[in-house]
């Protein structure tokens, strides 16, 4: 369970709208164990895919795509298809260059959050998925976390955004969510990635 002055620290912070200002509240190794080994697991594992669908809603528009996304090291692949207003549209990047392909036609920017906003027109960081996806706050950044009972973590704020983690499955002693909802604000955007199947290196094992 999360210590009170801990979560008493969070709320201040949450209240204030200002996690950016506010130190680093993961817990040191002493003080929850499981979660620190747990993120050192998280932040080595750079090779995955997944599948399972994604809800998006912007500016009172809401699409829920079927995804597959294939990671290796900081290059990535995504495919979106489904109900997505847009037929099927491949994101392809990697640190200072990513592409878009819908159909015959093709788009390319620096940053994965320049091009979104400019072809899909939605304001998300997607910089930070490749963490949030796994259930770890991005490195090195102020967050704000909130664990079970089991010592899991369930719930973080980073960069103004709420991570919600849940139906947690154990790969091999790695935790991995199966449902994670990205959300900023009540009437803003929001993620909704349900139904993740993953897939890890041979290393690892299948869920249980």
């Given at each position: 369970?999360?210590?009170?002055?801990?979560?008493?620290?969070?709320?201040?912070?949450?209240?204030?709208?200002?996690?950016?200002?506010?130190?680093?509240?993961?817990?040191?190794?002493?003080?929850?164990?499981?979660?620190?080994?747990?993120?050192?697991?998280?932040?080595k594992?750079?090779?995955?895919?997944?599948?399972?669908?994604?809800?998006?809603?912007?500016?009172?528009?809401?699409?829920?795509?079927?995804?597959?996304?294939?990671?290796?090291?900081?290059?990535?692949?995504?495919?979106?298809?489904?109900?997505?207003?847009?037929?099927?549209?491949?994101?392809?990047?990697?640190?200072?260059?990513?592409?878009?392909?819908?159909?015959?036609?093709?788009?390319?920017?620096?940053?994965?959050?320049?091009?979104?906003?400019?072809?899909?027109?939605?304001?998300?960081?997607?910089?930070?998925l490749?963490f949030?996806?796994?259930?770890?706050?991005?490195?090195?950044?102020p967050?704000?976390?909130?664990?079970?009972?089991?010592?899991?973590?369930?719930?973080?704020?980073?960069?103004?955004?709420?991570?919600?983690?849940?139906?947690?499955?154990?790969?091999?002693?790695?935790?991995?969510?199966?449902?994670?909802?990205?959300?900023?604000?009540?009437?803003?955007?929001?993620?909704?990635?349900?139904?993740l199947?993953?897939?890890?290196?041979?290393?690892?094992?299948?869920?249980?």
């Amino acid at each position: 369970m999360i210590r009170t002055g801990a979560l008493r620290l969070a709320s201040v912070c949450l209240l204030k709208a200002a996690l950016s200002a506010c130190t680093s509240l993961a817990p040191q190794a002493n003080e929850n164990s499981i979660w620190a080994l747990q993120s050192q697991q998280l932040e080595k594992l750079t090779h995955w895919q997944l599948r399972g669908r994604v809800n998006v809603r912007y500016d009172n528009e809401s699409q829920t795509p079927r995804i597959q996304w294939q990671h290796s090291n900081r290059a990535y692949r995504i495919r979106l298809w489904g109900t997505f207003n847009a037929g099927n549209t491949l994101i392809q990047g990697e640190p200072g260059r990513v592409s878009l392909d819908q159909g015959d036609k093709h788009f390319s920017a620096k940053s994965p959050e320049e091009l979104i906003l400019q072809q899909l027109g939605y304001e998300l960081p997607i910089s930070y998925l490749e963490f949030w996806i796994k259930g770890l706050p991005v490195p090195d950044r102020p967050a704000a976390l909130l664990f079970n009972d089991l010592n899991q973590l369930t719930a973080f704020e980073q960069a103004d955004w709420t991570i919600t983690l849940s139906d947690l499955r154990d790969y091999g002693g790695l935790i991995l969510p199966r449902r994670v909802d990205i959300m900023r604000s009540e009437n803003d955007a929001r993620l909704r990635f349900v139904g993740l199947s993953w897939t890890l290196p041979e290393n690892q094992e299948t869920a249980r």
